[in-house]
């Protein structure tokens, strides 16, 4: 029988997944990450519904107690997005740096070149 | 042949003006000279004190970091027809003599990059900061392969052709090793020449201390793993 807790873990797998489905449709999300969401959160409710599976995989790694591989993984996972977001900050942070310097040239009266840019490749310069 | 000095500043109000006097008395034969300050954000009175002592004025509307304001100077610089462009600390640091110094391999043609290098005599750097500078190039050259002897210097000179070549991505004090890292990529010829460091209670508290610098490695190897847009 299915308990309680199963229950209610269950009902939030299935919510998240719909945001997930709501968050594509909108368009804020792309199909890769979609995908991503629907197969953890679908891996999650297999480990729900049958927590046998889960010693089962994580005796086939070594790892004696079920819980702890999925700790593992939910750690694992976390640490992978937050470098993404990070990553992600970082490019936001660069393109902000063009847009108030493309400003700040304008408003100086400097958006036009005097002289033109030297743009001859030289060796060991990437194209 | 035109000299464009461009002085990154952020909240510089008590320093810059010193700082635009003694680069416009700095003595360059032979060079028309500008001054471009880019001033990134200040919420002091920066601007308005550099634009009164002659310097041309970018204004970033945001705070960007020393890097970002760099590379809009750099770029302004060229935009004014630049033969040599000069990078130059807002803080007071740089002795006006050492511009000449620097620039000279330039004109000579000896060097299309010259880092003005604060550490081959650093007899009056605090010994924290000497350990921190050794450290930097270290980094510098372990991450981008670059070798120098002031990999954080701000007093730096460039040909025209270098200044348009070398790309600057990075936005806060990463842009040291950056820009050492793009001589480097690009293969310029280059020379480090030793400058006086003007250490003063203020200038001292304008560099990095020890957590910006570990923030600065941070972002720096972080840097290297974002893709240049």
Known sequence: MISAAQLFLLSLAVLAMGVAVLWFRQRKIGAMALLLWLFLWAGFAVVVLFPEMAVVLAHLLGISRGVDLALYLSVMLIFFLLFRIYVRLEQVDRQITQIVRAVALREAGLEHRERPRDEKVQPGDKV | ?229
């Open chain 2, 1 to 229: 042949m035109k000299l464009v000095v461009v002085i990154p500043a952020y909240n510089e109000e008590f320093a810059i003006g010193q700082v635009i006097q003694h680069v416009m008395s700095a003595n360059l034969p032979g060079f028309e000279k500008a001054i471009i300050v880019v001033n990134d954000g200040s919420s002091d009175k920066t601007g308005d004190i550099a634009r009164s002592k002659g310097a041309l004025v970018v204004r970033h509307l945001l705070n960007r970091g020393v890097g970002g304001a760099l590379g809009t100077g750099i770029e302004a610089a060229l935009r004014l027809g630049a033969d040599v462009v000069v990078t130059c600390d807002a803080d007071g640091q740089h002795s006006p003599d050492d511009i000449g110094r620097i620039v000279e391999p330039i004109q000579t043609g000896r060097a299309e990059a010259v880092t003005g290098s604060r550490m081959i005599d650093s007899s009056a750097m605090p010994w924290s900061r000497r350990v921190a500078n050794h450290l930097a190039n270290l980094t510098t050259w372990i991450l981008l392969a670059a070798s120098t002897t002031d990999s954080q210097s701000g007093l730096r000179a460039f040909s025209r052709s270098a200044a348009s070549r070398i790309r600057i991505t990075t936005n806060r004090y990463e842009v040291c090793s950056e820009i050492c890292g793009e001589v480097q990529r690009l293969r310029l010829r280059s020379v480090d020449v030793p400058i006086k460091t003007i250490y003063t209670d203020y200038s001292l508290s304008k560099g990095q201390g020890f957590r910006v610098g570990i923030k600065t490695l941070f972002r720096l190897i972080l840097s290297k793993l974002v893709r240049q847009s």
